[in-house]
């Protein structure tokens, strides 16, 4: 069986190399979060806040791991059939796969799972390199449609296959924390290639529920 090995690269080519950031600039961006933090009435100073700027910061920073990009390697392999021909377009459905984000609107997480489904053309990956794919894209500041988008058309160069779907469904909690909508969730979805079919993303839809 042979393996192709492809690097998975982020999106935006200036956020290829990991997040670097001086202890000097660091240092500022704490005292800079503790200011806001006080000012919105944290009391800061208690053994169980004093570390809270750093540790919010922290937390910033590996929610915001995607930016960093992906240094694993992501290994496809041939897909076990037959010629091309006459294939029957079957569906590899993957879920759910929880994840994390950060709305660019308000930076606060939206959260929930991700079905990635494809039909698969010579190459396959594997079901933990689509966890990786969707974590790459997840952990940054986006939006729920662009999210879906990149790991469609993430997928879509990876493996080149037939069709990619991508359904993701989360809660915001930019909209719940601030009672507008409480217990909404939002559900989005991203179809290449076969699935412009409607009874493929039907089927999918199913698989995906
Ligand atoms: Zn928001």
């Known amino acids: ?96 796969i929880a994840f994390s984000a950060l709305c660019e609107h308000h930076a606060l997480p939206f959260h929930g799972h991700a079905h990635v489904g494809y039909i698969a053309g010579e190459r396959i990956i594997g079901i933990s390199k689509l966890t990786r794919l969707v974590r790459l894209f997840s952990r940054r500041f986006t939006v729920q449609e662009r999210l879906g988008e990149q790991i469609a058309d993430t997928l879509v160069a990876l493996v080149e296959p037939e069709g990619v779907a991508v359904r993701l469904e989360a809660s915001h909690l930019c909209t719940q924390m601030r009672g507008v909508e409480e217990h909404s969730r939002t559900t989005t979805t991203a179809w290449r290639g076969v699935y412009r079919d409607a009874e493929l993303r039907r089927e999918f839809l199913d698989l995906a529920r």
Not at 35 to 50: N, V
Not at 55 to 63: D, G, H, K, M, P
């Open 1 to 96: 069986m042979s393996e192709t090995v492809v690097e998975l690269k982020p999106a935006a080519p200036a956020l290829s190399l990991p997040r670097e950031i001086a202890p000097e600039d660091w240092a500022r961006y704490r005292g800079n979060m503790a200011e806001i933090l006080d000012a919105l009435g944290l009391p800061l100073g208690t053994p169980g806040t004093r570390d809270t700027p750093e540790r919010f910061l922290r937390a910033l920073f590996e929610a915001t791991s995607g930016y960093d990009g992906d240094p694993k390697l992501v290994t496809t392999f041939p897909t076990e059939s037959d010629a091309a021909e006459g294939r029957p377009l079957a569906q590899i459905v993957e879920g759910p």
